[in-house]
């Protein structure tokens, strides 16, 4: 009666909902580094699996745990991975304090992965090294603190070197010097000594004329006629040379 036929065939569909499905795993969570100071900072890292069907984006929460349970908010953001894939978040984790701590990761959906357990130790003064040639790799700060003391004592021996040179230079020219200055004072004393002799020998021969040339006169006084110069010359009283006026 104007009704549908009797035995139509009715389709029917399966329905899937496509969403997206976080997940972590127990090593998703990893640092850079695990030898930490105070004051110093390690890169973390979490992977986060999108197991789902869609592409989708989720919060995640970081925070520091220490050993007596105490929390502390590190950094809050999200992460955007698609279907079948993984999506990474990256930190900086800097410890304000020392003592055994770690990282947790916790997703919006209830999700979480903890990192490595490390002892963070407190900050220690540089040493004499470290001030010089900073945060480098151990061998390559050796291999240059070494050069730089070889250069330091190849300059002290050259100017140990020098110095000396210099001192035997200078104690050769001066017993140069005092040589001749003996040579030169040598050769003045013997012309004094030939001056002396020659000195002693015109008195001698001088007083020799005179003794012989002198003459006693009526007077009582002894006369000596000079003629060379036409002069007279008597002895007084006191046995004094005096010349005749």
Known sequence: IGGEPSGLMISTWNMEWLQPKFELSPSALSYSRLLIDVGETTSVQLEVENTGSLAGSIDVIFESVEFDGTRELIQRTSVTAEAGSIGLVTLDWGPSRPGVQWVVATLENGETSSGPTVDVRAAEEPSFGEKVFGDVNPIIGTITGLLFFSVIITLLVMMKRMTANQGSKISYDWD?????LEDDEDDDYEDDEDDDDSDAGSTQQSDGALETDWVKGA????????????????????GEIVKHP
């Open 176 to 180: 140069e010097y005092s040589s001749e």
């Open 219 to 238: 007077d009582g006084y002894w006369w000596y006629h000079d003629k060379a110069t036409n002069e007279w010359w008597y002895k007084d009283a006191d």
